[in-house]
Each structure stands twice: as structure tokens, then as C-alpha cells.
């Protein structure tokens, strides 16, 4: 298999046709409370975000990749690598998978397969990603990818008058490539 993909998932760059789903994820105002958005995103913004966007990780910082889903041919989320540090050598994760591909290890194979991209292709040392204390699944899928928790940032999100804790998640390039033994890493349990 390529690099970005497995016989289930494709990591690949948004396309234009991605329009509608990126509206649904960007609106969902459950997901807020796990990021910073706090205003709706209109159709024209996503559009110009999707015809204007530069995928160039040394250039913004950050990539954003689709997780396609090769059997039906939908996108099932998206992973991103942000806070692209190239001196340090590190970037942080995040992922949002759609609810009608959760729980069926579609997010473990897109962790695995952008720490490899990360870990084999830009050579970063380093991954780290920041996982309320409450969102337990993101906790395991982190955790399933060897990650481990380093630390708790208190009250680090605010929701409404209340706060949550944030885990720091961190997994080295050696630690991946010895969990993986040939350097391709596969999630345990699906």
C-alpha cells in the first residue's frame, strides 16, 4: 500500500467536491466545545478555504487531510497536522471522523497512517495532540496509536461557566517505530 493509505482509508487533500461535508462538520455545534470555533462557517468561506488553500506544510504550518473511506468512496473525516514546528521537529494531531464511520476504526487507520507520513516523510522527532479529559473515545484512539498522556493542562476549555482538563498526548518517532517493528504501524484492535 502507499503511504497515505491502506485497503480501508485514503488520506488525501480536500477537493472542491468536499464543500457540503465540510459545511455539516464545521456547523456541528457539539464538536465546538473540542476546538476553538465559536461562529458558524458560511458555504462561500469553505469555498474559498477549498479553492484557495495552500497544502504546503512548510509554508502554513499546518495540513489538513481527508480521510476518504476507499469502500464507499465518502469522505469519513479529517486529520490534521498543525503547529508544524520544523526546528523542534514536531506537529501536533487532531482528528474528527463522521458520525456514520465512528467506532469502526477508521480513525485509528488515519492516526496511524499520518504518524507515518510524519514520522517517515517530513522526519519529525515528535507528535502531540490535546484530548478533553470527557472525549474517552479520542482518549483510545490516541492510546490504541501509542501515544501516551504527558500531561494535564486544568482547565484548559471553557464550556459555558465550567471548565475542562485537557491530556497531552505525546508519542516519539522511535517510540512508533519500534511499536510498529518494520516502521508501519498497525492499530491494535479494530
Not at 514546528?85 to 467506532?103: E, Q, S, W, Y
Not at 493542562?153 to 485537557?166: H, I, P, S
Request: net charge negative; charged share 20%; aromatic share 12%.
Amino acid at each position: 500500500m502507499a503511504l497515505l493509505s491502506n485497503e480501508i482509508i485514503e488520506l488525501r487533500a480536500p477537493e472542491p467536491e468536499d464543500l457540503e461535508v465540510f459545511y455539516r462538520w464545521e456547523n456541528d455545534t457539539e464538536l465546538w466545545q473540542y476546538g476553538v470555533t465559536l461562529i458558524p462557517y458560511s458555504r462561500y468561506e469553505l469555498r474559498r478555504y477549498l479553492s484557495e488553500a495552500v497544502h504546503d506544510i512548510y509554508q502554513t504550518g499546518q495540513v489538513r487531510l481527508m480521510v476518504n473511506d476507499r469502500l464507499s468512496g465518502r469522505p469519513a473525516g479529517v486529520v490534521d497536522l498543525y503547529d508544524f514546528d520544523p526546528h523542534h521537529k514536531r506537529a501536533g494531531v487532531g482528528i474528527l471522523i463522521d458520525r456514520a464511520f465512528r467506532n469502526q476504526g477508521r480513525g485509528r487507520m488515519a492516526v496511524s497512517l499520518v504518524c507515518e507520513y510524519a514520522f517517515s516523510l517530513l522526519h519529525l522527532h515528535q507528535l502531540f495532540a490535546y484530548v478533553p479529559v470527557p472525549n474517552v473515545p479520542s482518549l483510545e484512539l490516541f492510546k490504541k496509536n501509542g501515544f501516551a498522556v504527558t500531561g494535564v493542562l486544568k482547565d484548559w476549555l471553557a464550556a459555558g461557566t465550567a471548565y475542562t482538563d485537557v491530556y497531552v498526548l505525546q508519542i516519539m518517532q522511535a517510540d512508533f517505530v519500534r511499536a510498529s517493528g518494520s516502521g508501519r504501524f498497525v492499530p491494535s484492535g479494530e
